[in-house]
């Protein structure tokens, strides 16, 4: 189970810290990525990193904007977001996947999302 908190309202250049908590014992095993969807659009890829968190990969929207980070010990996911713009806005998803993919369909979990709201 992913469980994702964090979410908010944030004016523009303003930053989030979204985390998404995992149950189970395996959350190492898993490659965790973070996805988002906007209002009439389709999920996209934001973020994935590896099993170690020694290797991250970005959409180029958010390419030095945003970082994911991973802490295998407390079963957690981040994604720290900075200088956020209006387009930045929509539900923001964990998810885990035994590789690493920018594929929505090729995770096997989810969470049920947190909304991020950045006004201009």
């Known amino acids: 189970q992913l469980v994702e908190s964090g979410g908010g309202l944030v004016q523009a250049g303003g930053s989030l810290r979204v985390s998404c908590a995992a149950s189970?014992?395996?959350?190492?095993?898993?490659?965790m990525g973070w996805f988002r969807q906007a209002p009439g659009k389709e999920r996209e890829f934001v973020s994935v990193?590896?099993?170690?968190?020694?290797?991250?990969w970005y959409t180029d929207s958010v390419k030095g904007r945003f970082t994911i980070s991973r802490d295998n010990a407390k079963n957690t996911v981040y994604l720290q977001m900075n200088s956020l713009k209006p387009e930045d806005t929509a539900v923001y998803y964990c998810?885990?996947?035994?590789?690493?993919?920018?594929?929505?369909?090729?995770?096997?979990?989810w969470g049920q999302g947190t909304q991020v709201t950045v006004s201009s």
């Open positions: 990193i590896s099993w170690s968190g020694g290797s991250t």
């Open positions: 189970g014992r395996s959350f190492s095993r898993y490659v």
């Open positions: 998810a885990a996947n035994t590789r690493v993919s920018t594929t929505p369909g090729d995770y096997d979990y």
